[in-house]
């Protein structure tokens, strides 16, 4: 019989005989280990560092929430709007808590404003509608233009009027009432696209002005008046607001 001996094998690794320890591992990974730090939003700066944050967020009453009265003017709540802000920078729902208030604020004065010409003019109309005919008839004739043609004329004539006042020591008005007359027959020509029609309107402006200044003028208290005004010169500056008027908004 043949005897067959089986011997223990005998492996060699290079990692028998070698002892692990734990610990010192662990200890070798805590101190490579970086922690990883996560951004934080801006909306979250409330809930840490120093940044004060807006008292009055929960508040829903707008005036109340900027800490303004119901009358408060325009600079008041700009004022308490920029230094709510400048308090309460960093924090952005403390920012948007304010904008939006003073936002609501605004859109109600502004609609209120609105509101309120609305009621001016209807209640002009109505007052047009009730007025006798004559009134009705002679409003015909008059319209409003816009703010800008206004101002524009109103320089124009102003300006006559320095002038003549400027010149009234070296001789009369004559010439710049005579300018004043032509600017005037030119913007109702403009404007009614009749010259007839404009020669009518701005000579009857013309004398009409002439005639309430030549009464009006001398009854005027002469301590008011300037001692080298004349007359004449007096009665040109009614003459040019009269044609003022006429250019400006007869139809």
């Known amino acids: 019989m043949v005897s067959l001996s089986v011997s223990t094998p005998n492996f060699t690794t ?3 005989g070698q002892k692990l320890t734990f610990r010192a591992n662990t200890k070798k990974l805590q101190t490579s280990y970086s922690p990883i730090r996560t951004p934080r939003c801006a909306a979250d700066t409330s809930y840490g560092g120093n940044v004060p944050k807006f008292p009055r967020t929960s508040i829903w009453d ?18 308490s709007r920029n230094f709510l802000l400048q308090q309460y920078a960093g ?3 403390s920012e948007e808590s304010i904008e939006s208030a003073f936002e609501k604020i605004l859109m109600a004065s502004f609609t209120q404003r609105k509101k ?6 209807s209640k002009l109309k109505k ?15 008059v319209e409003v233009p816009p703010i800008e043609v206004i ?13 003549s006042i400027m010149n009234s020591a070296e001789g009369g008005p004559a010439f710049q009432v005579a300018v004043s007359l032509a600017a005037c027959i030119y913007f109702l020509n403009e404007k009614t696209k009749s010259l007839g029609r404009a020669c009518i309107f701005g000579l009857g402006a013309l004398v009409t002005g002439w005639v309430c200044g030549s009464v009006l003028v ?3 208290p002469s301590m008011l008046l300037h ?11 009614v003459v040019y607001v009269f044609l003022f008027l006429a250019c400006t908004f007869l139809k």
């Open 227 to 237: 001692p080298t005004w004349t007359l004449e010169l007096v009665t040109s500056l």
């Open 151 to 163: 101002f524009r004329r109103f320089f124009l004539f102003a300006f006559m009027g320095g002038w």
């Open 218 to 220: 001398p009854n005027i």
């Open 91 to 93: 924090h952005e729902r």
């Open 116 to 121: 309120t010409k609305i009621n001016l003019k």
């Open 127 to 141: 007052k047009v509608e009730e007025s006798p005919p004559w009134v009705k008839n002679l409003l015909n004739f």
């Open 62 to 79: 707008p005036y109340k929430r900027l800490g303004v009265s119901y009358d408060a003017s325009e600079e008041e709540i700009w004022g």
């Open 14 to 16: 290079p990692f028998v």
